[in-house]
């Protein structure tokens, strides 16, 4: 786990002369200095490397293999995050200021609603089938990105954010041992689980054994409303029995009212299933 500190003290040095060029008071550019060398070390220290700085404009639907998502998946699927996120579809966004990026970079930045989607306890399912990168986990570190900038509102100062692949939070979950990093997973106010699979092709004893531990995992997390962003290398709406795939547990947040779903795959037609 990065250092927060030894961060905070690289952006601070990094964004100090940065400032020192401006008309700003001395006190707010220490000020705003802090702030924001905060905000880009919990960006470092919670986001993939390859997602760090990301931002909106990136979601352009051409994948790192240079395939192109379908058009009309990709403008609903951006409907939804900006639904989520500033509480307005991104078609309304891009029309009301005419595509004119710095107009839409001032708009999202003082609209946000993410402020509401903590007090509900909103959560955000991504998903789609496919084998190769679609975009799952660049939707998910935009949404992480505009939570952590709240930071700039002293109210929201206290807030923890996590991000885990599958994988590692199913280990941490088996091993007692590492009790501490479950429970930072378990109480954080963000948190960002990746990549999760299907678990119906193992065996009944198997499904039930993992299902054991991730169950009352999420529910815990959807019952005390804390959102999660869960990102699914499958279709969750492809005919599957969603408590025998992934558990009750998960099932149960995407399922529930609370939760805004973005597809990025073609969903199958009922009569190719």
């Avoid at 699927?77 to 005419?98: H, M, P, S, T």
Wanted: overall charge positive.
């Amino acid at each position: 786990m990065k250092n927060i500190e030894i961060l905070k003290k690289k952006y601070r040095n990094k964004f100090a002369s940065i400032l020192e060029k401006s008309d700003i008071s001395n006190d707010k550019k220490s000020l705003s200095c802090s702030i924001i060398a905060e905000i880009w070390a919990y960006f470092e220290r919670t986001i993939p490397e390859d997602f760090l700085k990301c931002n909106l404009f990136d979601i352009h639907g051409i994948t790192e293999d240079e395939k192109s998502l379908d058009i009309n998946i990709l403008i609903k699927a951006k409907n939804v995050l900006c639904e989520y996120c500033w509480g307005v579809e991104w078609q309304k966004i891009d029309n009301i200021y005419k595509s004119d990026e710095e107009k839409i970079k001032n708009f999202i930045w003082n609209n946000s609603v993410i402020p509401k989607r903590i007090k509900n306890g909103d959560n955000l399912i991504i998903f789609g089938d496919s084998n190769s990168p679609i975009g799952k986990t660049l939707f998910a570190s935009i949404v992480m990105k505009e939570a952590i900038k709240l930071r700039r509102k002293s109210f929201f100062r206290g807030q923890t954010y996590e991000w885990v692949d599958i994988s590692i939070l199913q280990h941490a979950l088996l091993n007692e041992k590492e009790k501490g990093e479950i429970e930072d997973y378990r109480t954080c106010d963000w948190l960002v689980v990746d990549n999760i699979n299907r678990m119906d092709f193992a065996s009944i004893k198997q499904r039930e054994y993992i299902t054991g531990f991730f169950n009352p995992f999420f529910i815990e997390r959807y019952e005390n409303k804390l959102p999660t962003i869960l990102t699914f290398c499958f279709d969750i709406e492809n005919n599957i029995d969603l408590q025998k795939a992934v558990g009750s547990g998960i099932a149960r947040m995407i399922k529930g009212k609370r939760s805004f779903k973005i597809r990025l795959s073609p969903k199958l037609d009922s009569d190719s299933e």
